[in-house]
């Protein structure tokens, strides 16, 4: 049974999209030399946080969206032996726009 993951506040969960793992000249990087994701798949969001009257502020962010965050940032975890990152709306630093 798959787990349901419902993010609080202005929390969003994201499934990190891996970079190519070979260059355009044909060179193949090993795992120890890749860099961390910086850019991944929205696939659950909170419902806002609360402003000072109470009322929840919406955020900017959709499912399925794509988007690039700071490179160490966010809390990792695995849920049904899949890699995701918790993060805060304002650690996302743009939407991809494919």
């Avoid at 399925?64 to 849920?79: C, N, P, S, V, W």
């Amino acid at each position: 049974m798959a787990t349901e993951l419902k993010p609080l506040n202005d929390r969003i969960v994201i499934k990190p999209l891996q970079q190519e793992q070979v260059l355009s000249s044909g060179i193949v990087i090993p795992d120890s030399a890749k860099e961390k994701p910086q850019q991944g798949e929205v696939i659950a969001i909170g419902p806002g946080k609360r402003d000072d009257d109470g009322n929840r502020v919406p955020l900017d962010i959709e499912m399925g969206d794509r988007i690039l965050y700071k490179k160490y940032t966010g809390q990792e975890i695995q849920i049904d032996n899949e890699d995701l990152i918790v993060l805060e709306e304002r650690e996302v630093l743009a939407k991809l726009i494919v």
